[in-house]
């Protein structure tokens, strides 16, 4: 068979030389980092038997003790890199709690076919030579060519010129000064110039610090060069950064060399001279257009996205420090303050106001992100052009709620800096708040093939989840707890296990979530729609109290009050109008952000407050003018509930047309609260009497189970599919009579069965009951 260690291996499209280390798909190489190659190899030898985790760390690393993250980390690089999709392995299958196999049919090359390749070479040699001396000549000539050509091609190579494909790693400076105000500041600094550049590709800092994770490092760790070069080389980039600064008499002194990650030869370098510490930023905006050059970026690309340093984040050395520890905690809470001491250094710093606000909008504070998100785009123009796309697009998503003006934004961004992961990222988002799902899962794979990562990614579970792939959700989502075991996995693995009826497994990930700082409150508040959605509104109210102060206590007030106010919605569809004002009421003592104001305005009109519901309303209308969720959804809700209430259902129907091109969206990424205006529109059809079209809306409900989860409104929906085909027999006859019977009696079966838990006391439990005996 030959030597093993000089094997040829051929499956699919793919060759794995053996000798040279490398991987080939159609005879081009395929980048492997050295320990995914050696995985690789040992799977391909062992081809369609299990190999034991133990064996393949063994394997890889025989030597060294590592984490099982390692091992997790080199089988998702290889999936990736062989094409496998999740849930789809052709090449590398989990064997769960056991190990790998590789599948695919392994075909070696052995010293025969080598045998054969001599041989046919030594006969074209002997007709060559009974060739003509002209013949032979000619073949000279030929081979000088290559010669020569490939000499040339060579000589080329030395050009130190990256391709707009390649990611650069930017280390921290090397500072000779002693001065503590350059730590930090000068990195971000750089970061800001070089980022303007369409050509240029920095690693994220988010990659960065996962990447150092794997490695057993912190997050925050410093990027010396020898560390840099290591992440450089683990994530496949082509280069380090390397700066450094030194005080020369009065004078400073900036040197900035890129280097190749592999060999640590020097692909360019630039230097400059700052008078005093006043001109440091000036000098690094110098060195930072210089390098850009000599990396194979166009001088007009230079001159048009090079805004320099004094309109660009900061002046000011510590401010710049302070907000680049702010971006570099890597966690939302510890990275306030940091930021607001950034702003407080310099009132105009733009970016920092921008970061603040994005911070409190994933904190779900929405008010508190809208007056900094405000700040930084009064305050936009002193960025560059690629801080400008940030600031417009996440204000107009944030503030003004303009989804079409944010879309556009995004779009803009996207085309002048195609390998940017943010603005597909954005544009997601946008996409989930007007329900256009297929448009969501596009967006988040391009982000994640943007990104680059060895790893899992939160958000695509979640655009799988609401397209109701939950195998391919639920794959991703158990390769990411094995890699990173972030809380977001496992409240994906939550809602997947919901959807799948595994209490079981609900539980497991309950314990998991819990145990992780800051994340009680959210996982009480899930925990809450669950027991809702089952008719446990006793438990359900307990666990919203207790979301609510845990919310409150970490001083998110509009999060604890976003928390009552959507109790107050379900507890007034079900029949418990003073509940529901009671909780609107408290609601709204706590704050007056847009999500509180709207659900719950549609909690007092339901429940018969329509004056109180009709001031909200007209509030939210002079206050978000352009705000797309407002007047597609909110408003709508509000208005079609009140007069339900008024016993004019024809009107409510009329009021809520507006929400029929956005109907399926989330609209709100914490509270989620999806196709209410959906719900609505099916009860306005029961009380006038259109079943039919009341059935095609609640059955719109069941077939998105992935994007209602578990809000009440997923189990009601069968109640209402139930109500709606009864309500049919009225005017049905014959067969199509039997027919709506035998349908409304499966769906008052179903809502019973996901209600035989139910607390006795709810209305519209005891209606549900009565209705069903009557039919049988």
């Excluded at 297929?438 to 680059?452: A, G, N, R």
């Excluded at 408003?635 to 091109?661: C, F, G, W, Y």
Aim: charged letters at 25%; proline letters at 4%.
């Amino acid at each position: 068979m030959g030597n093993q260690e000089n094997q040829l291996y051929e499956f699919g499209p793919f060759r794995l030389d053996t000798a040279k280390r490398v991987l080939l798909r159609d005879n081009e190489p395929v980048p492997l980092q050295l320990k995914a190659f050696e995985t690789l190899l040992a799977l391909v030898r062992h081809s369609e038997q299990v190999v034991l985790k133990d064996e393949l760390m063994k394997a890889v690393w025989p030597d060294t003790f590592v984490e099982e993250s390692n091992l997790a980390q080199n089988i998702f690089v290889l999936r990736k890199s062989l094409g496998d999709k999740a849930g789809d392995h052709r090449y590398i299958v989990t064997i769960p709690g056991r190990g790998y196999r590789f599948a695919s049919k392994v075909r070696i090359v052995g010293e025969e076919e080598s045998i054969v390749v001599e041989a046919h070479s030594r006969s074209r040699v002997v007709i060559e030579e009974k060739s003509s001396y002209r013949a032979r000549i000619a073949v000279a000539s030929v081979v000088i060519a290559v010669l020569v050509g490939g000499g040339l091609y060579w000589r080329s190579r030395q050009v130190p010129r990256l391709t707009e494909k390649d990611t650069i790693v930017l280390a921290d400076f090397d500072n000779a000064t002693g001065d503590a105000v350059f730590d930090g500041a000068l990195r971000q600094g750089l970061s800001s110039q070089l980022e303007q550049s369409p050509f240029l590709n920095l690693l994220s800092d988010q990659r960065v610090a996962q990447t150092l994770s794997l490695m057993a490092q912190p997050k925050d760790a410093r990027l010396t060069l020898p560390l840099a070069r290591e992440v450089c080389q683990r994530t496949a980039s082509a280069a380090v950064l390397n700066g450094s600064i030194a005080q020369v008499g009065t004078r400073y002194l900036l040197t900035l060399k890129a280097i190749d990650c592999s060999s640590g030869g020097t692909l360019a370098s630039s230097e400059a001279q700052a008078a005093d510490e006043d001109q440091v930023l000036d000098a690094l905006g110098k060195v930072a257009s210089e390098i850009r050059r000599k990396l194979g970026e166009s001088l007009a690309s230079v001159q048009k996205y090079g805004a320099p340093p004094e309109e660009v984040t900061t002046p000011s050395l510590e401010a710049l420090g302070a907000y680049s520890l702010g971006l570099r905690t890597h966690d939302f809470t510890p990275s306030i303050p940091l930021f607001q001491r950034a702003i407080e250094l310099d009132p105009k710093f733009a970016m920092a106001y921008a970061k603040l606000g994005i911070v409190y909008f994933d904190l779900g504070e929405s008010v508190r992100a809208a007056e900094n998100l405000r700040k930084a785009y009064n305050l936009r123009g002193r960025v560059s052009e690629r801080e400008r796309f940030f600031i417009a697009s996440h204000y107009e998503e944030t503030v003004t709620g303009n989804l079409e003006a944010a879309r556009k934004d995004y779009e803009l961004w996207a085309q002048i800096y195609p390998r940017d992961p943010n603005a597909p990222a954005g544009l997601s988002i946008v996409y989930l708040f007007l329900g256009q799902f297929d448009k969501v899962l596009d967006m988040t794979q391009k982000k994640v093939e943007l990104d680059h990562f060895p790893w899992p990614e939160s958000n695509l579970v979640d655009a799988y989840i609401f397209l109701n792939r939950l195998d391919q959700a639920k794959a991703l989502a158990q390769e990411g707890t094995r890699v990173l075991d972030s809380p977001l996995f496992r409240v994906s693995l939550y809602t997947i296990d919901f959807l799948q009826h595994d209490p079981a497994g609900m539980g497991r990930e309950v314990a998991q979530v819990v145990s992780k700082p800051g994340w009680d409150d959210q996982m009480m508040e899930i925990e809450s729609d669950t027991a809702a959605y089952g008719g446990q509104f006793g438990k359900a109210r307990d666990l919203t109290l207790r979301a609510s102060d845990s919310a409150r206590r970490g001083d998110e007030k509009q999060t604890a009050a976003e928390y009552r106010a959507e109790a107050a919605v379900r507890e007034a569809l079900v029949g418990n109008p003073s509940l529901a004002k009671r909780q609107a009421k408290a609601a709204l003592a706590l704050s007056d952000g847009r999500e509180v104001e709207a659900a719950s305005a549609i909690a007092l009109a339901l429940s018969g407050d329509s004056a109180q519901a009709t001031r909200l309303a007209n509030d939210l209308n002079k206050r978000y003018p352009e705000n797309t969720i407002v007047h597609s959804s909110f408003l709508p809700m509000i208005h079609a509930a009140v007069d339900m209430q008024s016993a004019n259902a024809t009107k409510a129907i009329e009021d809520l047309m507006p929400s029929a091109r956005c109907e399926l969206a989330l609209t709100d990424l914490s509270m989620g609260f999806s196709l209410y205006p959906i719900y609505l529109r099916g009860e306005a059809y029961l009380t006038s009497e259109q079943g039919s079209s009341a059935a095609a809306e609640f059955q719109k409900i069941l077939d998105h189970s992935g994007v209602v989860q578990n809000e009440p409104i997923g189990a009601l929906a069968h109640l209402g599919a139930a109500r709606a085909n009864a309500l049919q027999l009225k005017t049905a006859q014959g067969a199509a009579a039997d027919a709506a019977r035998v349908r409304a009696l499966a769906a008052y079966q179903d809502f019973l069965m996901l209600w035989k838990d139910a607390d006795p006391d709810i209305p519209i439990y005891k209606q549900a009951k009565a209705e069903y005996a009557k039919l049988q």
